[in-house]
């Protein structure tokens, strides 16, 4: 099944955007009312909606590595232009599925 992207709360509006003028099934923190939730809430709702976290912050990392269960989270410095991220995801989002991700990270 094709990914669903979550984009936390520290994600460029612009990145959603060019997602969806692709195509892509996107939700955003902000549109599922967890702008102030917690990382691991968003990883609790996240996975709940079987959808792959795309964030900006390294503190998702940190709960991969503590082995904290997830649909999948796709991690991209803030450095990185909002095209590169968009590229990025489009990327795995062609080659990877739903079960590929689960408890999966990819760094773009």
Do not use: W
Request: with cysteine; aromatic share 8%; proline share 1%.
């Amino acid at each position: 099944m094709a990914i669903r992207f979550y984009m936390d709360v520290h994600v460029k509006s612009a990145v959603a955007r060019g997602l969806r003028q692709r195509g892509v099934d996107v939700l955003t923190a902000q549109e599922a009312n967890l702008r102030l939730a917690e990382d691991e809430e968003h990883i609790e709702f996240a996975l709940g909606e079987k959808r792959v976290i795309f964030t900006n912050d390294a503190d998702f990392l940190r709960l991969h590595a503590k082995g904290i269960h997830h649909a999948g989270i796709v991690y991209c410095p803030q450095t990185d232009s909002i095209g590169e991220m968009i590229q990025g995801l489009m990327l795995v989002y062609e080659l990877l599925d739903e079960l590929q991700m689960e408890n999966h990270v990819e760094f773009i």
